[in-house]
């Protein structure tokens, strides 16, 4: 068996170290769901800092959970620089560092937030959409016209490392998802140096039928087995 | 003033006269709020199928035991109907941005004449981020716009022109107030229904957009 298609199974402190102040970092999830929170909660601990943090959202951080919750947490503890999403409104810090200009912060449509990082793990120089033409949103960007119809060109999106949470991966990092915890997780294995993925099991080779694995082993670089946390059991 | 009607009366009249107009199988992505009781008041017979932004197509409504690896897009559990599947972001918004839904219903901060729709964010205020709405309202074939004629200040919703940043420009198809219902034919926002509390002039009065008013203009359907 080659060895170099087998997977380095870790713990999640010990992934993380890969992560370095400064370094872009997408992080898989939507909303409570696909998001690798054991990967995250060490991630915080590690305490690096000035990172671009990728998500979908930026979780929750209110009254009731003041430290933030999964990749919110980040935010919270001040380790980023900049955030790129499509939606930060349940995390009032995201907010808050914002307006206080001690964060930069892109928010991008879902949708083509989702198409940038498939353009970027694609080698797709860009994708051209409709979404948020007419709008301020177009102000800042370069306008195409097919066939006299305007797109915006949104451009690709990678990062140097991605955190994901899928459900079962097999010694070689082929991955598959559970429920809605699927969301951005398989674009984000795409477009990244350096793929880490939080599972909730692992098998030899032949464990997990080829029809059904979503992300093939060779995107993957990293596994780690989901912890026991609040939100990593739950979800 | 328009008469103030009891909240729970306002959600639920105005979700179930958008549910009336669903046709039987169509795919509807429905956002927070008022949008989210529409699949409540699907009539008898008829079935719609629910698809959520982070990448259900056919979701049922909140289980009795909350599983949190099946949400919705406002983060609260959902069930999974027979014939439901499970797919990606990238698949999800191909769905919403490629014509594959049927209809959206949406909420408003402001919604004008020529069908320009706001309802992301009041510059001033913390900024929530867009979401998936300026996909849906850009992809989907009908826009839905659910929302009370008035805000809580009692100033009409329904303006001439929107002042606030747009999710869409010129996208909204329909709008269902407590109070009417206003379809956009031939590029013309049209009053084609009207609730029992109001006039059509009382209504016309106290609305800043100006509206067409339709040959017949029917009783809005599914008020008592």
Known sequence: MPTKLIKPVMSADEAVRNVNDGMSVMVGGFNYGGVPYTLVDALVKSGVKDLHLIANDTLYANDKVPEGIGHGMLVVNGQVRKVTASHIGLNRETGRLFNEKKMELELVPQGSLVERIRAGGFGLGGVLTPTGVGTCYEDDKQIVEVDGKRYIVEKPLRANVALIRAHKADRYGNLTYFGTGRNFNPAMATAADLVIAEVDAILELGGIDPNDVVTPGILVDILVLKGDGYYASRT | MLPVLDEEIVRIRIAK?????????????????????????????????????????????KPEKDDWRFIGAGGRCLSLLPGSSIVASDMSFGLIRGGHLDATVLGALEVDEKGNLANWWIPGKLVPGMG????????????????????????SKLVKTCTLPLTGAEVTDVIVTEFCVVRKIDGVMTLCEIAPEVTVEELVAHTDMTLKIANTVLPMEGCK
Do not use: F
Request: glycine letters at 14%; aromatic letters at 2%; proline letters at 4%.
């Open chain 2, 132 to 155: 998936g709405a300026m996909d849906l309202v850009t992809g989907a074939k009908t826009v839905y716009v659910a929302t009370t004629h008035c805000d809580k200040k009692g100033k």
């Open chain 2, 17 to 61: 006269r958008i549910a009336l107009d669903l046709e039987d199988g169509s795919v509807v992505n429905l956002g927070i709020g008022i949008p989210t009781l529409v699949s409540d008041y699907v009539p008898e017979g008829r079935s719609v199928v629910t698809q959520t932004e982070n990448g259900v197509v056919g979701a049922g409504p």
